[in-house]
Nanobody, 123 residues
Framework: QVQLVESGGGLVQAGGSLRLSCAASGRTFSTLAMGWFRQTPGKERQFVAAINWSGDRTYYEDSVKGRFTISRGNAKNTVYLQMNSLKPEDAAVYYC????????????????WGQGTQVTVSS
């Protein structure tokens, strides 16, 4: 079983930055692909970014390309999401997810989830 704990959410003005962190435990971190998803009330969970087990492949949803960066620190069992140039439409609960080795963009393919961290962007 994999446990995931997100942190780093909060309130930021439009144009500002936040860095989300997700600490993983329960399985060798370097065997996990990690993803970030977000969800707003009444909408389905949306893919944001993902990184494969080795860190050499990353994937982004089109609207965040060039603004968000996913990275992983295997020594700290942590995945990060650096979010720059935030927009009001980025506001959501952000979830960290994990699966074995290969990153995908489909939330249904991730068996492990964190509890989420709220990101609020004021205009």
């Amino acid at each position: 079983q994999v446990q995931l704990v997100e942190s780093g959410g909060g309130l930021v003005q439009a144009g500002g930055s936040l860095r989300l962190s997700c600490a993983a435990s329960g399985r060798t971190f370097s065997t996990l692909a990690m993803g970030w998803f977000r969800q707003t009330p009444g909408k389905e969970r949306q893919f944001v970014a993902a990184i494969n087990w080795s860190g050499d492949r990353t994937y982004y949803e089109d609207s965040v390309k060039g603004r968000f960066t996913i990275s992983r620190g295997n020594a700290k069992n942590t995945v990060y999401l650096q979010m720059n140039s935030l927009k009001p439409e980025d506001a959501a609960v952000y979830y960290c997810a994990a699966r074995g080795y290969i990153a995908t963009m489909s939330p249904e393919e991730y068996p492990y989830w964190g509890q989420g961290t709220q990101v609020t962007v004021s205009s």
